[in-house]
């Protein structure tokens, strides 16, 4: 059980600097779109989102078979369907952030820093709320139960 302790707290605390990172990404490419480009960051910040991704996901994906067995089969499935519920859209947004995770560093190192496109603009935008999105969302469920 401690493994499956430490990965969690590993996992909490991969999603906050991923939460930092894209908030910053999106708040530089905002900031580039009106004029005021910082090409290193424009660089800088991607990557580390999508190092912090992998880094979520590979945490989540390895407590969530105890997770599922454990807490939402024994309990939330019982006590807190809401919560359940919320977990698998939590889940499910994850997946569908890594591809424009994956497109905002793509897309950064294609375009002109001091003109970034409005599909990276975009991206940088969706990727910062899905993430917050899923941050809150976690915070939420495991303050119900959790490993």
């Known amino acids: 059980m401690f493994w499956i302790k430490l990965g969690l707290v590993l996992h909490a605390v991969a999603a906050g600097a991923l ?3 894209v908030t910053h990404l999106a708040l530089v490419v905002w900031r580039a779109h009106r004029g005021r480009p910082n090409p290193r960051l ?3 910040y991607p990557a580390v989102a999508l190092g912090c991704y992998l880094a979520v996901y590979s945490l989540g994906s390895a407590i ?4 599922r067995v454990e807490v939402r089969a024994n309990w ?3 006590h807190a369907p809401w919560a359940s519920v919320l977990f698998d ?3 499910n947004l994850a997946t569908l952030l890594g591809p424009l995770v994956l497109a905002a560093v793509v897309l950064s190192r294609a375009e002109d820093p001091a003109r970034p496109s409005r599909a990276l603009l975009g991206c940088a935008t969706a990727v910062a709320l899905g993430v917050w999105f899923n ?3 976690g ?6 139960r959790s490993v």
Do not use: F, I
């Open 139 to 144: 915070l939420l469920v495991a303050s119900v």
């Open 64 to 67: 969530y078979p105890r997770y």
């Open 76 to 78: 939330l499935d019982e």
């Open 89 to 91: 859209l939590k889940e």
């Open 42 to 44: 424009q660089r800088l």
């Open 135 to 137: 941050a809150v969302s």
């Open 19 to 21: 939460t930092g990172s």
